[in-house]
């Protein structure tokens, strides 16, 4: 009996034994795995680490190809507003390569061909023809225009939708032109006869002066087109309008703008008050405008940019957008000079 439990008491310790031995063993190997596990999970975490580090030591760089058509208060404003908001939004990731095409559609080809050759990573496109140009030039690097009327005129789009789709979008000048005709109608009632002073070689001021022809023929003007081919003849289509004319209306016109101070010293001496598409141009020779912020649309301009840079936003779906608000402004000294009178919800030009 003795022996018998003897028996049972050493087979009862050996089972203990190997009981204590396999919990043993299985500690071990969970905490070796568990140590391997957190070796292998600090690594990667260390690795990711790395790589962020990399990256914010080495950043994305963009490079901004910035074509403007010539130099007036809208184009520089719109230019300036979209470094700004570009600058805001992408810090010292972004540089600028900014070119003035100095009125010139040919050098806006030149200056678009040395951003493709060079791989810019987008193209600002001032104006019309710099838009034109961006259009012929490029169908991959992503295009935006900015200061441009009618995109669907100045691209060659028919039945244009609003979206241009493939490389290209931006942001539109366009101020509403039968609001424009109704401030003409609004400040000179009794005048008879119009004069449609632009550009020919722009396609979206023969747009804008045809709009305006049409609402102003139906307030009961007679309207006569003078389309200067450049600034070498403007002088003497300006002579001509001025002679014929009550009123001139000038369009968001380039060229125009360019030289306003010639046409003001043709039509302040000989009395022709001019409404203009746009500030800058009724800063230089207007009585009043219809006026947009080009500082704000370049700064909208701007923020579109950085979407599509950043990949936040595919280009080729991206809507024309269009100024939020338009204002009443006018010229004091020329309304002083030429006695007109505007209402009270007209707004002075800062001089």
């Known amino acids: 009996?003795?022996?018998?439990?003897?028996?049972?008491?050493?087979?009862?310790?050996?089972?203990?034994a190997l009981s204590l031995a396999a919990c043993s063993g299985g500690a071990g190997e969970s905490s070796a795995e568990a140590t391997e596990a957190a070796t292998t999970t600090d690594t990667e975490a260390?690795?990711?680490?790395?790589?962020e580090a990399d990256s914010s030591a080495s950043g994305e760089t963009y490079t901004v190809g910035i074509c403007?058509?010539?130099q007036h208060d809208a184009l520089d404003a719109a230019t300036q507003g979209f470094k700004d908001a570009l600058k805001e939004e992408l810090g010292d990731a972004v540089t600028f390569d900014e070119q003035n095409a100095q009125g010139d559609s040919n050098t806006c080809s030149t200056i678009i061909n040395s951003f493709v050759s060079e791989g810019v990573d987008l193209i600002l496109a001032n104006a019309t023809p710099a838009l034109q140009a961006a259009q012929a030039g490029t169908?991959?690097?992503?295009?935006?225009?900015?200061s441009v009327t009618e995109y669907g005129v100045a691209l060659g789009i028919s039945d244009f939708t609003g979206t241009v789709g493939g490389n290209i979008s931006g942001t539109s000048d366009?101020?509403?032109?039968?609001?424009?005709?109704?401030?003409?109608?609004?400040?000179?009632?009794d005048a008879k006869?119009?004069?449609l002073l632009y550009c020919s070689a722009e396609a979206n001021s023969q747009y804008q002066v045809d709009t305006v022809k049409a609402a102003l023929e139906?307030?009961?003007?007679t309207c006569e087109y003078y389309a200067f081919s450049d600034s070498n003849d403007l002088t003497t289509i300006v002579t001509k309008a001025a002679d014929e004319s009550d009123v001139i209306y000038v369009p968001t016109d380039n060229t125009a703008a360019a030289n306003a101070e010639l046409v003001n010293n043709v039509c302040q001496p000989a009395g022709v008050p001019v409404i203009a598409g746009e500030e800058g141009i009724c800063k230089g020779c207007g009585v009043a405008t219809l006026s947009i912020s080009y500082y704000d649309l370049g700064v909208g301009t701007g923020k579109m940019a950085a979407k599509i840079l950043t990949g936040e936003t595919n280009i080729s779906e991206m809507p024309i957008e269009y100024a939020p608000q338009f204002t009443k402004k006018y010229n004091k000294t020329l309304c002083e000079a030429?006695?007109?009178?505007?209402?009270?919800?007209?707004?002075?030009i800062e001089e």
């Open 1 to 16: 009996m003795r022996k018998s439990a003897k028996l049972w008491s050493m087979a009862l310790a050996a089972s203990m």
């Open 46 to 51: 260390a690795a990711d680490n790395s790589k």
């Open 68 to 70: 403007q058509l010539v």
């Open 139 to 146: 169908n991959e690097i992503p295009v935006l225009g900015t």
């Open 174 to 189: 366009l101020a509403p032109l039968d609001e424009q005709a109704a401030m003409l109608h609004e400040l000179f009632p």
């Open 193 to 195: 006869k119009v004069g």
């Open 218 to 221: 139906e307030l009961g003007y």
């Open 338 to 348: 030429l006695n007109v009178t505007v209402p009270d919800d007209y707004v002075a």
